[in-house]
């Protein structure tokens, strides 16, 4: 093995030839693992890629989302937690050659697969496709991501090894001319590193998702023979590799935690490696869906939001862990190794546990003001209309109801809605009911009713045929009769500095959607763990900044609170409950993904039967 990898511009030119990966001329194995620097708090990213190269890795591969970067089109970041280059250069330093996955698609259980909500105010476009108006969109970002990738590609002297054309696209079309485009959309902007793509180890996948000039790499998770005599049908000349190999999964909100053992991922590492194939974990360390960016998937019709951790039961837990996988792995990958395997740092710092009562509150309905200004409409005006793509909308008309008993008929719901009658919480409902109906006892004195419905988004579908959805509402109907008249008020909880005008009070939780404050006093900045016992769905903020939702049902118990977002001294936690208010928070020194549900990852999931 190299103790000290040659990382100059010539000799970390990755290609393939004579069936095998070259690097710098010489036979070459990728040995990589993923991590999302979105994921991450950007002051982790080494402490994590740390972890990584111990573990044995000589590769880093992370996707790029667009929405993460546009959230409104024409306004691209790339400071800050979204300085991709610098933790590229960060990997580079290290001693890593990185793959990046740009999109515009990627999956990855992300918010809408990486797409920019923006794009639904487009009626009837066709996503992924030759549409203008989609391709208009994403030859801007192209333009944008190919201009920072450019200084990071290996043939410029960077860590850039490799470069993916689009994501999966076998998994969801057959518009062959797209895939080419996006193939396109590379080279001539001058990423010249070896393209590759990534399907499921199936003909037709690979025969939509292929495209010339890019090498076509496989993801499953186990049964590597038939998976790599599959690749092998579709592209007879190797190399072998396993682009996503799921050595782990993710959660839902409702179902059980997914746990893969140790021993039995790393069986299925040593078929892969021992058959001279090369790897590329999904996840080596997943980290956290912070704020809203959670994705959805979808199954027999049902939405099924994915949790705040991303923890993945990867290698390298969501807090730096290292899990019996990482050391399982290790001892595999010492054996076909490119570099010395350095020891892993210590665990980082955890806060000692304790809890704060909950002391002040205000309602939802008094801070509309902090929001943006509501819109007028005949109807309910939908999430994309409002130049919106996460969070909540406020929905306000005030019908003449009929009196007595009548059945409200909510229509185009996405996802989950609280009404509220003349202030007083008449139920919820989910789009995941059989009827997006709710009956509701009116008032008997011929005045009109305060009609409100809060909407909440519950993260967009990030794959196969559920992808491009609208949310909010539609129109709300009594019976047959439509209801006019709406103000619709965009709740954009996830932007920064949302909760900073809010005013709280002493006074009790009110009824309804409830904001409410505590502080927790620290000694030093440390990891933590925050638990809600007793409340019911909502948001949670420490010192201003969104960790994600929780939700009674599980199985996470706790949201990941890196130690950067801590201050010695006291600290802000503010919750927004959607349903049920508790009235103390917990910190916790030890994480709870699966409040002791757990099960072993989907058979659908190892491999594409």
């Not at 250069?89 to 740009?102: C, E, N, Y």
Request: hydrophobic share 40%; charged share 20%; glycine share 12%.
């Amino acid at each position: 093995m190299n103790a000290t990898p040659d990382h100059s511009s010539a000799s970390r030119i990755l290609t393939v030839q004579d069936g095998a990966f070259r690097r710098g001329g010489a036979e070459h194995r990728i040995l990589s693992g993923a991590i999302h620097y979105f994921r991450v708090h950007p002051e982790l990213w080494h402490d994590r890629l740390l972890r990584l190269r111990a573990l044995g890795l000589n590769t880093i591969e992370t996707y790029i989302p667009w929405n993460w970067h546009e959230r409104v089109r024409g306004e691209i970041d790339f400071t800050g937690p979204r300085d991709v280059a610098r933790f590229v250069q960060t990997a580079g330093d290290l001693g890593f050659d990185v793959i990046l996955r740009p999109g515009p698609y990627i999956c990855a259980e992300w918010d809408f697969g990486g797409l920019p909500g923006w794009l639904m105010a487009e009626p009837g476009i066709a996503l992924r496709t030759m549409d203008p108006r989609f391709i208009d969109a994403a030859d801007g970002w192209f333009d944008a991501i190919t201009a920072v990738m450019r200084p990071l590609l290996a043939s410029n002297g960077g860590p850039v090894v490799s470069v993916q054309v689009e994501n999966e696209y076998g998994s969801f079309g057959d518009d062959a001319e797209y895939v080419r485009h996006c193939r396109d959309a590379l080279t001539s902007r001058g990423i010249d590193v070896l393209l590759v793509t990534s399907d499921g180890p199936i003909a037709g996948m690979f025969a939509a998702g292929m495209v010339e000039g890019a090498h076509a790499t496989v993801n499953f998770g186990s049964r590597t023979t038939e998976a790599f005599a599959a690749l092998r049908t579709a592209q007879p000349e190797g190399p072998d590799m396993c682009m996503e190999f799921w050595n782990g999964w993710f959660d839902h909100w409702g179902e059980p935690h997914h746990v893969r053992s140790a021993a039995d991922a790393a069986g299925t590492l040593e078929e892969m490696l021992s058959s001279g194939g090369s790897v590329n974990f999904y996840m080596a360390h997943g980290g956290t869906n912070f704020g809203l960016w959670n994705g959805c998937n979808t199954e027999d019709g049902k939405l099924q939001p994915t949790v705040t951790s991303y923890d993945y039961d990867a290698a390298v837990g969501e807090a730096g862990e290292l899990s019996e996988k990482f050391y399982a792995f290790r001892e595999i990958l010492r054996r076909y190794a490119t570099h010395e395997i350095p020891e892993p740092p210590a665990l980082p710092g955890r806060l000692a546990a304790q809890e704060a009562a909950v002391s002040e509150w205000v309602s939802l309905r008094d801070s509309l003001g902090a929001f943006d200004a509501p819109e007028r409409s005949a109807l309910p005006r939908q999430m994309e209309q409002l130049g919106q793509d996460q969070g909540l909308v406020w929905y306000q008309a005030s019908p003449l109801l009929d009196a007595g008993q009548v059945t409200l008929q909510v229509d185009g719901l996405a996802d989950r809605a609280t009404v509220l009658l003349d202030g007083v919480v008449a139920g919820i409902i989910d789009r995941n009911d059989a009827e997006h109906t709710l009956v509701v006892q009116t008032r008997t004195d011929g005045q009109p009713t305060e009609l409100v419905i809060i909407v909440e988004n519950q993260g967009r579908i990030n794959f196969a045929g559920g992808l491009g959805e609208h949310k909010g509402l539609r129109s709300v109907r009594q019976g047959a009769r439509f209801i006019h008249g709406w103000t619709s008020t965009a709740l954009q909880i996830g932007q920064d500095g949302a909760i900073d005008p809010l005013r709280f009070d002493g006074s009790a939780a009110a009824a309804g959607p409830v904001f409410g404050r505590s502080t927790l006093t620290v000694d030093e900045q440390a990891d933590g763990f925050i638990a809600l016992p007793g409340w019911g769905k909502g948001f949670v903020w420490l010192n201003g900044f969104l960790l994600g939702r929780y939700w009674e049902r599980g199985p996470q118990v706790t949201l990941y609170a890196p130690a950067p977002l801590w201050r010695a001294g006291e600290n802000e936690i503010v919750v927004l409950e959607m349903e049920r208010a508790g009235s103390r928070i917990e910190l916790r020194s030890e994480p709870d993904l699966d409040g002791g549900r757990r099960a072993g990852i989907p058979k659908a999931a190892e491999f594409f039967d």
